[in-house]
Nanobody, 125 residues
């Protein structure tokens, strides 16, 4: 069992930056690849980014490359999402997710077994 708790969301203006954090507890953190997803009201979950167990490989949604950066600190059992140049369309609940490490990073929510409760990000215009 892995417990995930997101933090760092809030209300910001367009063009601002925000850094989300996800703290993990439970089983060995380095056994897991980590990912961020988001879900806007009335829409499906959307893959944002994923990072492998060691942090040396990351995978991004094409539409978010260059603005968002995923990273992790295994000593702190945490994964982060740095979001720059935020836009109103980035408004969503952001979720952290974990899957047992594998050969490739996945953008599919069903591949991730453990999920946090999410943190709300609202970007005003």
């Amino acid at each position: 069992q892995v417990q995930l708790v997101e933090s760092g969301g809030g209300l910001v203006q367009a063009g601002d930056s925000l850094r989300l954090s996800c703290a993990a507890s439970g089983r060995t953190f380095t056994n897991y690849d980590m990912a961020w997803f988001r879900q806007a009201p009335g829409k499906e979950q959307y893959f944002v980014a994923a990072i492998n167990w060691s942090g040396n490989n990351a995978y991004y949604a094409d539409s978010l490359k260059g603005r968002f950066t995923i990273s992790r600190d295994n000593a702190k059992k945490s994964v982060y999402l740095q979001m720059n140049s935020l836009e109103p369309r980035d408004t969503a609940v952001y979720y952290c997710a974990a899957q047992l490490t594998s050969l490739s990073l996945s953008p599919e929510p069903r591949r991730y077994r453990y999920w946090g409760l999410g943190t709300q990000v609202t970007v005003s215009s």
